[in-house]
């Protein structure tokens, strides 16, 4: 006969006074964790009490009950009572719903305490999320969610973005598929159907980090802190329907922008309402452009206007501006640091003073008709207008003494009528094709070493500028070449006769590099103390110091080297040959070698848009792997080219890797004596193999 199974009893419940009750020293919480006794306390103020005390009656010696009750399990739940009834919120004698357990029985009261803190089982993440979605939808806001659960309303909404993940996501979150990390990194969009596609995009891959998933969630986006974002304004933005990706849980830089197409066109109309506006001043055209190619303006002739005079009220204060700001720099000249108000102060009153001497300049009407205007956006988002270019078939024709200039009529008006209206255009960069895959290591396509080169050459003139006896012993160099006869003038770097070289392909940032900006602060620098009459250009230099001069010669002829390299007629029936340019470049080694030149300290770093989007997968992975090593570049070979370019780019950004042509042909930064003795110099690396291959261009 099978045995009957025996069943159980459970401890009978009862309320019980808060003064009848003791907290036992048999609970093994001893040191404090989770929920603090105030916020506990404020909780049961709120819902009462949601949990039951367990409590077992205290016994006198004799083994009967006293009337007391000690309680082994819920000690926290008791010195949060005890708190609200000190505070006069709670009765002493208020009712307690207590679960009374047998003082004489088996179990320990040390048993129960345990057992009851061991077996509760945290709330899984994702349901405190969708709790907080639910209560947000029955009518409570983030904030009062917030100061129900003793959190930040940032915290709560960073649980609510969370809930917002496509629900395919979640799942495998809560199946412990993804780590809470991975999915923040998710919540970065609001498009289902993207983080689904990403997800099944990685999800067999080893490498899954949360990095690669917001960049690939935002790649179609652009950065709020882009120049065209900060040209056109979030506000403005978002108030025509644009939609802005907020990361909640990392630093952001301001978000992403979604919708690309709606940017470009604010950027273009509020480009367009500049042109316009300028437009009235009676310019014969406008161009107007995103930014411009670094020599845009090489060929045009550029007006002299007069800057405004400042008017008297504007004169005093900039008087009063600079009294202070002598008196503030008198005052701290011994400080070792500035008191935040002060330097807050000294950078407000240099803004304010460069806002004045920024004068705009008065064009002759004449002079105007015939000029242009070059609109553009700089690069921290403020307007860029550069007015004064005259193109050369705009040139006035010349005239008998005494004319006047046909095309102008006596009063500075345009001869076929006062109200010329400028042509007004938009610049743009033509794309070109995408680079199609190859197998191996080919050489490099003729129009990327030409971009290359084009920012080795500024980079060496920004360098030799710098270095005036490196500079004079080059142009001397030329000179001797130029003037014996037993040496050959071709094929040289240092093209004296300081005839600027256009650059007819070059990447779309050169414009903004550290080497471009600084040769135009230098060159604008002494274009101002230059006088404006050719006949008095002698004596103003022969009133400047030795130095002045010598950094006068370095700048002039800094701006005559040519390092480019260009594709040559093998044969020699092109403007220069093969030869010719493989002389050049062992040239410019030679004057890059005596600067000093390392294009890693001037500033150029290996990214998608001028080396590792514009090679093959085979040379995106010889430069991960020459930079950072073998184990960054298995970390990338799995991927497709353009994510591959990507992570390269992060992988290399302080690795210090430059491509060939950047190098010195044999590899070595370390700067060389000037004299090399042969001139016969080896092919620089990036031209070896067979020239015949067909390059992609790009």
């Not at 088996?106 to 089982?121: D, G, Q």
């Not at 690309?260 to 001043?281: F, G, N, W, Y």
């Not at 799995?638 to 042509?661: F, I, V």
Request: aromatic share 6%; hydrophobic share 40%.
């Amino acid at each position: 006969m099978a045995n009957a199974v025996q069943k159980i009893s459970l401890s009978p419940s009862r309320d019980i006074p808060f003064n009848k009750l003791v907290l036992a020293q048999t609970n093994v919480r001893r040191i404090k964790a989770g929920v603090s006794i105030e916020e506990l306390a404020a909780s049961i103020a709120r819902r009462g009490l949601i949990q039951s005390i367990h409590v077992r009656p205290v016994l006198d010696a004799g083994g009967k009950e006293t009337g007391m009750f000690e309680v082994p399990a819920g000690g926290r739940r008791y010195r949060a009572l005890e708190m609200l009834v000190n505070q006069k919120r709670l009765a002493k004698t208020a009712s307690i719903p207590c679960v009374v357990g047998n003082s004489s029985g088996p179990i320990a009261a040390e048993e129960i305490s345990l057992a009851e803190n061991i077996e509760h089982a945290p709330l899984h993440p994702l349901d405190q999320y969708r709790a907080f979605n639910d209560m947000r939808d029955k009518g409570m806001s983030e904030e009062e969610i917030a100061a129900a659960f003793f959190i930040s309303t940032s915290v709560v909404k960073q649980r609510l973005k969370l809930a917002e993940v496509s629900p395919a996501l979640l799942e495998i979150y809560a199946d412990d598929g993804m780590t809470i990390a991975q999915l923040e990194a998710f919540a970065v969009s609001n498009d289902h159907a993207r983080q689904d596609q990403v997800w099944e995009a990685i999800k067999n891959s080893w490498s899954k980090e949360p990095y690669q998933i917001r960049r690939m969630l935002t790649e179609d986006t652009v950065r709020a802190s882009d120049k065209r974002a900060l040209f056109v304004g979030l506000e403005r933005y978002e108030a025509a329907g644009g939609e802005v990706l907020r990361d909640l849980f990392q630093s952001d830089d301001g978000g992403w922008l979604q919708d690309v197409p709606l940017l470009e066109r604010l950027v273009t109309e509020k480009l367009q309402m500049m042109a316009d506006e300028i437009a009235s001043e009676g310019w014969k055209w406008i161009e107007i452009a995103v930014s411009f190619p670094y020599g845009a303006a090489n060929g045009l002739r550029e007006l002299k206007g007069t800057p405004i005079d400042l008017a008297s009220d504007e004169q005093a204060t900039l008087d009063a501006l600079r009294d202070e700001f002598d008196k503030l720099q008198a005052q701290y000249e011994e400080a070792d640091e500035l008191p935040d108000e002060v330097d807050q102060r000294f950078g407000e009153i240099e803004a304010a003073i460069k806002s004045l001497e920024a004068r705009p300049v008065r064009f002759d009407p004449a002079e105007i008709a015939r000029a242009g205007v070059l609109v553009s956006i700089d690069t921290d988002g403020a307007p860029l207008v550069e007015r004064g270019y005259v193109k050369p078939e705009d040139e006035a024709p010349a005239t008998p003494e005494g004319d006047n200039d046909p095309g102008i009529d006596e009063s500075g008006n345009s001869a076929t009528g006062s109200n010329q209206r400028a042509v007004i255009t938009i610049g743009g960069r033509p794309v070109d094709p995408d680079d199609e895959e190859e197998d191996g290591i080919k050489p490099l396509p003729d129009r990327l070493i030409m971009e290359l080169t084009a920012d080795r050459t500024l980079a060496l003139r920004d360098k030799l500028a710098n270095d005036p006896a490196t500079a004079f012993l080059a142009v001397l160099h030329k000179f001797v070449r130029d003037t014996f006869s037993r040496y050959s003038a071709q094929g040289v770097a240092m093209e004296v006769f300081v005839r600027g070289t256009v650059f007819p392909v070059q990447s779309e940032g050169l414009r903004d590099t550290i080497y471009a900006r600084s040769i135009k602060a230098r060159h604008d620098a002494w274009e101002k103390r230059l006088p404006a009459d050719v006949a008095d250009l002698w004596n103003a230099l022969s009133a400047l110091t030795g130095t002045q001069q010598a950094e006068l010669f370095a700048h002039c002829a800094s701006l005559g080297v040519n390092a480019l390299y260009e594709r040559a007629d093998r044969y020699g029936n092109g403007a220069i040959s093969t030869h010719g340019v493989e002389q050049r470049l062992a040239d410019a080694d030679r004057l890059a070698r005596a600067v000093r030149l390392d294009m890693i300290d001037a500033g150029w770093r290996p990214t998608v848009g001028n080396y590792l989007g514009r090679v093959t997968k085979s040379r995106i992975l010889q430069a991960v792997r020459e930079g950072a090593g073998e184990g960054a570049c298995q970390l990338i070979d799995h991927l497709k080219k353009g994510d591959m370019a990507k992570e390269a780019e992060r992988l290399l950004a302080d690795s210090g890797w430059l491509p060939e042509p950047l190098r010195f042909a044999d590899g070595d930064v370390e700067a060389v004596e000037t004299n090399t003795g042969d001139e016969d110099e080896t092919l620089p690396e990036f031209l070896a193999g067979d020239n015949d291959v067909a390059l992609v261009d790009q």
